[in-house]
């Protein structure tokens, strides 16, 4: 820059690189007028020196004029803006800018044009309108508008037009000086968006100087933490936590001046003594080198979040009626609990608990009335626990509890029969006055196991082992409690392949009558020929079967069997006996049963008189009138009905007279000791005499010797089936049977 143009500025207090302020404004247009005012002066004596073809002083004009541009453009250079000279038409004099790329219209085009050749129509007439508010009120007036650059970027730019005293052939002049502001206006727009949203935002923000006081905050700061801004402006950070410690340690101030970044929660203390969780990020930022250092803290109160993340951890691990904890916890304080006695060498007990009777409760009074009935009992025998005791709910009606430093083994029976007392005590729910005693496992760790699989598993297996055994009581696991439970699941994995595998067959038994020793009948009885294994007990296997619910399958192949049999000795032409089978409680109950019945027996043609079904007394009296229908639905398509095991359930006489049965079947047991019992004796006479008046026929089971067929022979029983009579036997030792003539006790009693 011109050391002349330098001093000006200088003595202007002017930088080029800085937009002057007003009073330095107006000082720089003077200067600029009155070098316009000296280059005229110097125009016009040098224009008289002229007259004289002087070329001396023609020289003298040139380098003059030259002189007044050099200065006139040295100005314009200094500073960012564009000057434009105008006269009082609009006429452009002249253009001054350091960036002519800046120009939308050349300076050659410009210089010399009016506005309205230069601008749109709109534009045209606004600048128009600046220029004459600037001459008639004699002062600066500005305009803010848009405008394409030269570059083709729409840009905004404000318009500075101030009066001149310079006239151009008589017209007065203006100056206009014309400023692009996109940027400006850019980062005036998007640091009061900034203030916005920190003044709106729920997170508070906090900017901390080098020395680490509170030079900024924003209106959220004062809720979170119950503090007034202008309280804490210029104050350390620790001014934002009552008491409790700084919410930054020196820990955190350690990494966060390290790694320039640190974040975690933290607990704020508030004037008011409440307390709130605190997620709190720390940024350490530098805005330029060498510049000074700032903290810019952000603090988001997540109190309602760690309240919801613990009631979510509540309910994943409590059960949500009795609010105990549920399986999950369970297992988390049972591991704990190992561990613990492990270490102290003490034993803990954990008992399993499952209540009586109440699927009846449930089913009869209504889920309701049941699910106060176990809340009840969560809340008696929480009254019960010693501190460090769980007691949990397992689902259902199952519950458990966890018990540690046992010294005794008189501690864990006294507990025990607490435990019992308790549950016998009656419930008070909803009016109703509900008696539940409680079947409760027992396994004592670590002698029963060292895992929460294997404690468990024993405990469970002894709770099954107190139900089997008659209820409202308590066992202790034992191994041989344990190989039981094996053996039960063994079984139940077998059942499941056997029917896929063929392994069920049938045998038949046959049925004699007494009075003509004619063979009228046979039971159908199921045998298991499992691999590996040989013949399974029927004892063993039914059962589990009516409890998995695979006696459904069972019954349907049973009945399908039976009636390929009949149409196979019809086939031999002998005559098929009555078949008597089975009919499980389950499938009794069953609403589809008299229509697979009904279908099996159309497929093969099977005739009703040809199939008998035996029931047990318990399943007409537990599901009457549901067993009722189906027993009256069989009887209507002629199969004739009898009840196996007579005298061994609740036998009722009403249920004798309300269901449509055709015969009583004497069970074993009574048969066994007929000749030694008395009682046995009576049992079996008062059977006879009371299918009789009911016009029922009997059918005596297990009748291993000739002293029990006399007997029964006398009392007038009317059919027989037993060893003495028959073995079980395959189809074709039926088919012998058939042909041949009647055994030779029943021949000899007859003659």
């Given at each position: ?266 607990l704020l203390y508030r004037p008011d003594g409440s307390q709130a969780s605190l997620w709190l990020s720390a940024d350490r930022v530098q805005p330029e080198i060498n510049a000074s250092l700032y903290y810019v803290i952000l603090l988001s109160d997540i109190s309602e979040l760690h309240a919801s993340r613990m009631e979510l951890e509540r309910l994943a691990t409590h059960d949500p009626l009795t ?239 039976v009636c390929k049999q009949i149409v196979a000795w019809r086939e031999e032409g002998t005559v098929p006996p009555r078949v008597a089978i089975n009919l499980s409680s389950r499938e009794l109950v069953r609403p589809g049963l008299n229509a697979s019945v009904a279908s099996q027996m159309a497929t093969y043609r099977i005739p009703a008189e040809c199939l008998e079904f035996e029931i047990t007394e ?134």
């Amino acid at each position: 820059m011109h050391r002349l143009l330098e001093r000006q500025l200088k003595k202007l207090m002017l930088a080029r690189d800085k937009a002057p302020q007003d009073k330095a404004w107006r000082d720089f247009l003077q200067k600029v007028d009155e070098a316009y005012r000296q280059a005229d002066q110097d125009r016009y004596t040098l224009e008289r020196s002229l007259t004289i073809s002087s070329d001396e002083m023609q020289s003298l004009y040139q380098q003059l004029k030259a002189s007044s541009e050099a200065r006139l453009s040295a100005i314009a250079t200094a500073f960012p803006d564009m000057l434009f000279f105008q006269d009082e038409e609009g006429r452009f004099l002249d253009v001054l800018t350091a960036h002519p790329e800046a120009l939308y219209v050349p300076r050659e085009e410009i210089i010399g044009s009016r506005m309205e050749d230069v601008f749109e129509e709109n534009l045209s007439r606004c600048f128009h309108k600046l220029l004459s508010d600037t001459l008639s009120n004699n002062s600066l007036q500005q305009i803010e508008y848009q405008m394409l650059n030269g570059s083709g970027d729409l840009r905004l730019y404000e318009a500075r037009m101030v009066p001149m005293d310079y006239r151009e052939q008589g017209r007065r002049t203006l100056l206009t000086v014309v400023r692009d502001i996109t940027d400006t206006r850019r980062n005036e727009t998007r640091a009061q968006l900034v203030s916005k949203a920190l003044n709106a935002a729920r997170e508070g923000v906090v900017i901390l100087d080098e020395e680490k006081h509170i030079i900024s905050a924003n209106p959220a700061v004062e809720g979170i933490c119950q503090v007034a801004l202008v309280d804490i402006l210029g104050s350390e950070i620790s001014a934002l936590c009552s008491e409790g410690g700084p919410l930054l340690d020196e820990d955190a101030w350690l990494i966060l001046e390290t790694v320039g970044r640190w974040h975690g929660e933290v607990l704020l203390y508030r004037p008011d003594g409440s307390q709130a969780s605190l997620w709190l990020s720390a940024d350490r930022v530098q805005p330029e080198i060498n510049a000074s250092l700032y903290y810019v803290i952000l603090l988001s109160d997540i109190s309602e979040l760690h309240a919801s993340r613990m009631e979510l951890e509540r309910l994943a691990t409590h059960d949500p009626l009795t609010g105990l904890p549920n399986r999950i916890l369970f297992q988390d304080r049972l591991e704990q609990a190992l561990t613990r006695v492990q270490r102290s060498g003490l034993s803990g007990a954990l008992f399993f608990m499952d209540l009586d009777r109440f699927k009846i409760i449930n089913d009869s009074l209504g889920h309701q009335v049941g699910d106060r009935l176990l809340q009840a009992v969560a809340d008696r025998l929480a009254r019960h626990l010693r501190q460090g005791d769980t007691l949990a709910r397992m689902g259902g009606d199952e519950f458990t509890l966890i018990v540690e430093n046992l010294k005794r083994p008189e501690d864990v029976v006294q507990l025990l029969e607490k435990l019992q007392e308790e549950f016998r005590r009656p419930f008070t729910v909803d009016g109703h006055e509900l008696r539940t005693t409680a079947s409760i496992g027992v396994s004592v760790f670590p002698r029963d196991g060292s895992t929460v699989e294997e404690v468990v598993k024993h405990a469970d297996t002894a709770m099954y082992s107190a139900k089997d055994g008659g209820r409202d009581q308590y066992r202790f696991f034992t191994e041989k409690l344990n190989l039981s439970a094996y053996s039960c699941f063994d079984t139940e994995q077998g059942l499941h392949k056997a029917l896929a595998n063929s392994e069920f067959y049938l045998v038949y038994q046959p049925q004699y009558e007494l009075a003509t020793g004619e063979l009228v009948g046979v039971e159908a009885l199921l045998r298991w020929n499992r691999s590996g294994q040989g013949l399974i007990r029927p004892a063993k296997f039914i059962p589990m079967a009516e409890m998995t619910g695979l006696i459904i399958p069972l019954g349907t192949w049973v009945r399908e069997t039976v009636c390929k049999q009949i149409v196979a000795w019809r086939e031999e032409g002998t005559v098929p006996p009555r078949v008597a089978i089975n009919l499980s409680s389950r499938e009794l109950v069953r609403p589809g049963l008299n229509a697979s019945v009904a279908s099996q027996m159309a497929t093969y043609r099977i005739p009703a008189e040809c199939l008998e079904f035996e029931i047990t007394e318990s399943v007409i009296i537990e599901r009457g009138d549901v067993a009722y229908q189906n027993l009256f639905s069989l009887t209507e398509m002629g199969i004739e009905l009898a009840i196996d095991d007579f005298g061994t359930g609740h036998s009722s006489l009403v249920n004798l007279k309300r269901f449509p049965l055709a015969g009583l079947k004497i069970d074993r047991s009574f048969v066994r000791d007929l000749l030694v019992d008395a009682n046995d004796e009576a049992i079996v006479r008062a059977t006879i005499a009371l299918a009789r008046s009911f016009g029922m026929k009997t059918v005596a089971e297990g009748v291993e010797n000739h002293q029990q067929l006399e007997f029964l022979r006398k009392a007038g029983c009317d059919v027989v089936q037993g060893h003495v009579c028959g073995k079980p036997m395959s189809p074709k030792g039926i088919s012998r049977l058939l042909a041949a003539s009647a055994p030779d006790a029943l021949a000899d009693g007859h003659q």
